[in-house]
């Protein structure tokens, strides 16, 4: 069975980037971010680790190759220092973030959500968001929990309801959960 990353469902923060590694020998760590923009990592101000016992002032210092960043984080001055934080998810306060459109939303409050057909049947459920650069994509788990991935396009989810905890998907794309579940 596969878990729903339970790590990005949090009503009172989002995770906004996780440390990877560290980028040379002055103590600078190597963040992968779930932001639109590499930078706005440290745009909120100081982040949380992930289970609330440590906050991270972050400096961002360039970028470090496959979509990450490198960056300083305050008090933190050689590689060993830098080592321990490697797999530390990053944490802000929800109401740190801008509000969103209505036809906006933020990827954490996707995952979770169920997804319907037209009819309203259930096809299964959103357990993560990935974008590997051309364009996001859904991962959903169908009802035998066989993962299938959807576009998260306009066309393939015509519907979004956060208060309802919904998605629609499109006929076309979910006969895909049909093929996979036979």
Not at 13 to 30: F, M
Not at 89 to 114: C, K, M, V, W
Request: glycine share 8%.
């Amino acid at each position: 069975m596969i878990e729903k990353n339970k790590k990005f469902i949090d009503a009172k923060r989002i995770c906004v980037g996780v440390i990877t590694g560290v980028h040379g020998l002055k103590g600078l760590v190597r963040i992968k971010p779930f932001t639109d923009i590499p930078e706005s990592v440290s745009a909120y101000g100081p982040v949380e680790i992930e289970d609330g016992s440590r906050t991270l002032e972050i400096e961002v210092a360039n970028r470090a190759g496959k979509g990450q960043i490198a960056a300083r984080v305050l008090g933190v001055r050689d590689r060993n220092e830098a080592e321990t934080l490697k797999g530390q998810h990053l944490y802000i306060n929800r109401n740190q973030l801008p509000s969103t459109d209505f036809d906006e939303f933020y990827f954490a409050d996707i995952i979770g959500l169920s997804v319907l057909n037209k009819n309203g049947d259930s096809l299964g459920e959103v357990m993560a968001v990935h974008d590997f650069g051309a364009g996001a994509v859904l991962e959903c788990l169908d009802k035998k929990e066989v993962p299938v991935m959807v576009p998260f396009t306009q066309e393939a989810v015509p519907e979004i309801d956060l208060n309802e905890k919904f998605i629609l998907v499109d006929k076309k794309f979910y006969e895909a959960f049909e093929i996979q579940s036979k």
